[in-house]
C-alpha cells in the first residue's frame, strides 16, 4: 500500500501533465521560450509530453483532413460564460447548468485534446477505470467525461496565464494573458483563432447546441468574448473574498505540482493571489457595461447556497434561457444528492494578511455586499453524485 502512494505521488508529481495536449510544434516553441530549463525531476515528464505532442501532430492532422472542413464552417451560436475567480462557486453552478441536455459543454478529455478530441475520444472512456474518481484539491469528482474549464484548449498559443505554473521561474510573462490587456495583436490573434476553432468543434459536434463554457479568466476577457460572439450570455458568481482567498491558496498548493516543468523560486504567494485578483476584477468592472441587456446575470455563491433552484429559476429567466420547468426535476434530484458533502475547512486568515486583503480588495467587499470585518472559514464548492 506504502508503495502504491509512492507511484502514485510520483506519476502525479513528476509525469501525468496538463501539457498533454500540445502538438510537437506548439511544444518546441514552449521550450525554445524558456531554452529548454527543464528541471532534472520533471524529465519523465517532459518525455511524456514529447511522445504525445508528435502522436498529437499525426492525429490531429488527420483530424483536420477528416473534419476540417465541416466544423471550421460551424456557428457558434449564443455560448454562455460562466464567470467568477477560481474558488467562487462556478464549478457548483456549472455542474448544475449542465444538467440541461439542450446544452453541451467541453469535457477533460476535449478541453486537454483539442487537436484531437474527435478522433481520440474512445481512449478516454476506454480509460475510465484507471482515472481518479475526485480531484486533489476538493473532493469533487472527477473524470475525462467530466464537465472541464477550457484554458488547456488554448495552451498551445503560449498565450495562457496557465502556464505560470509550468515554468514558475519565468512565470510572470504570462500574468499578461489573463486579461490580454497590452498584448501584440499577433499573440491575441493566435488566441482567439485557437479559441474559437475549439468552440467551432464543440459546436459541430454538438449539432449546434448553445455551449456551456466554464473558464474563469474569462472574467476579465468581457470585451475580447463579446467581439467573438456578441449574442453570448454571461453569468457571474461572485463569493465572499476572504473565503475565496483561503480556498484559492489551498488549491494552488495541490494542483500547480501536477504542471511543472521546473521547481519554482520563492515568492511572495499571497501578493500574487491578491494581485491577480485585483486585474481580473478590474478588467470585469470596466468591462461588464459593454453587455447588452438581457445577457448578463450576476449571483451571490452563497444565495445559490441557500436557494439553488431558486436561483437558478432566476438565471433561466433573465437570460431567456430554454424552460425551467423541463429541467427541474433533474436539478431537484441533484441538488438533493449533495445533502452529506462535507466542506472542507481552513485555518483563520492572520490578522495582518486579513487587513491586507481588506485593504487591496475593498472594491469587490463594497460592491458585493461583504463585511470586510467578518471571516468565512469554508469552503464551500459542491461534489457532484456520481
Given amino acids: 500500500m506504502r508503495m502504491r502512494k509512492k507511484i502514485r505521488a510520483f506519476l502525479s508529481e513528476r509525469v501525468v501533465t496538463r501539457l498533454g495536449g500540445l502538438t510537437a510544434s506548439e511544444w518546441l516553441r514552449l521550450l525554445v521560450r524558456h531554452r529548454f530549463a527543464v528541471d532534472a525531476a520533471y524529465w519523465p515528464r517532459a518525455a511524456l509530453i514529447s511522445i504525445l505532442s508528435v502522436a498529437n501532430s499525426i492525429i490531429g ?61 474512445g481512449l478516454a472512456r476506454l480509460g475510465r ?67 474559437l476553432r475549439f468552440y467551432q468543434k464543440l459546436s459541430w459536434k454538438n449539432s449546434g447546441r448553445p455551449i456551456l463554457i466554464k473558464l474563469p479568466s474569462h472574467t476579465g476577457r468581457i470585451k475580447l468574448l463579446l467581439e467573438m460572439f456578441p449574442d453570448a450570455r454571461f453569468i457571474h458568481i461572485c463569493r465572499n473574498p476572504y473565503s475565496v482567498f483561503q480556498s484559492t491558496k489551498r488549491k494552488l498548493s495541490k494542483v500547480e505540482p501536477s504542471t511543472r516543468l521546473q521547481d519554482a523560486a520563492e515568492q511572495d504567494l499571497d501578493g500574487w493571489i491578491i494581485q491577480r485578483y485585483q486585474a481580473l476584477f478590474q478588467a470585469y468592472f470596466e468591462e461588464k457595461s459593454l453587455i447588452p441587456e438581457g445577457q448578463l446575470y450576476e449571483l451571490r ?54 487587513a491586507r486583503i481588506a485593504q487591496a480588495w475593498h472594491t469587490n467587499f463594497e460592491r458585493w455586499g461583504y463585511p ?7 469552503e464551500v464548492i459542491a461534489s457532484v453524485p456520481a
Fill in 372 to 378: 470586510q470585518e467578518e471571516e468565512q472559514p469554508y
Fill in 61 to 121: 492532422a488527420a483530424e483536420r483532413a477528416i473534419y476540417g472542413a465541416r466544423y471550421a464552417k460551424a456557428p457558434v451560436r449564443q455560448p454562455i460564460f460562466i464567470l467568477g475567480h477560481w474558488r467562487s462557486g462556478t464549478t457548483m453552478l456549472y455542474r448544475m447548468l449542465v444538467i440541461d441536455e439542450r446544452f453541451c459543454y467541453p469535457t477533460i478529455w476535449q478541453s486537454f485534446n483539442p487537436h484531437t478530441f474527435l478522433l481520440t475520444e
Fill in 301 to 354: 455563491y452563497e444565495d445559490l447556497e441557500q436557494d439553488p433552484l431558486g436561483e437558478m429559476r432566476r438565471i433561466y429567466q433573465a437570460l431567456s434561457l430554454p424552460d425551467f420547468a423541463q429541467v427541474e426535476p433533474q436539478l431537484r434530484a441533484y441538488v438533493a444528492s449533495l445533502a452529506d458533502y462535507q466542506k472542507n475547512t481552513h485555518e483563520d486568515l492572520p490578522e495582518a494578511l486579513r
Fill in 129 to 195: 477505470r484507471k482515472q481518479p474518481k475526485t480531484r486533489r484539491s476538493d473532493g469533487v469528482q472527477f473524470g475525462s467525461t467530466t464537465p472541464a474549464e477550457s484554458e488547456s484548449a488554448t495552451m498551445g498559443t503560449l498565450c495562457s496565464p496557465a502556464l505560470r505554473g509550468a515554468f514558475p521561474r519565468q512565470g510572470a510573462q504570462y500574468d499578461q494573458y489573463l486579461t490580454f490587456r497590452g498584448v501584440a495583436p499577433a499573440e491575441l490573434a493566435r488566441w482567439k483563432h485557437a479559441l
